[in-house]
């Protein structure tokens, strides 16, 4: 697997799909919003990769293993990078 920080969010939605490929209904609708979102540094973007990164997170419990891990520990880096902007 390419390193989660040079992918896409479109690119990090598939690799999640193809490790978990029947997500709960509410991570699925974070991932897949997240995947149509760009990688910007826009305080409204930051604001909404927040939110939808969050979500994702309360509704991805279920998700485990060494793909799982890897993806949920980039997505709390990201959030903790993302409240310093």
Same mark, same amino acid.
């Given at each position: @697997? *390419?390193?989660?920080? =040079? @992918?896409?969010? &479109?690119? !990090? &939605? /598939?690799?999640? %799909?193809? #490790?978990?490929?029947?997500? &709960?209904? %509410?991570? +699925?609708?974070?991932? #897949?919003?997240?995947?149509?979102? #760009?990688?910007? =540094?826009?305080?409204? #973007?930051? =604001? *909404?990769? /927040?939110?939808?990164?969050? @979500?994702? @997170?309360?509704? +991805?419990? &279920?998700?485990?293993?060494?793909? +799982?891990?890897?993806? /949920?520990?980039? $997505? !709390?880096?990201? $959030?903790?990078? !993302?409240?310093?902007?």
């Amino acid at each position: @697997m *390419r390193q989660l920080q =040079e @992918m896409t969010f &479109s690119e !990090i &939605s /598939k690799v999640v %799909y193809q #490790d978990w490929p029947t997500p &709960s209904f %509410y991570a +699925a609708v974070a991932i #897949d919003c997240l995947a149509e979102t #760009d990688h910007s =540094e826009s305080p409204q #973007d930051c =604001e *909404r990769i /927040k939110n939808l990164v969050t @979500m994702f @997170m309360a509704n +991805a419990e &279920s998700w485990h293993g060494p793909v +799982a891990l890897i993806v /949920k520990q980039f $997505l !709390i880096v990201l $959030l903790l990078e !993302i409240e310093e902007i």
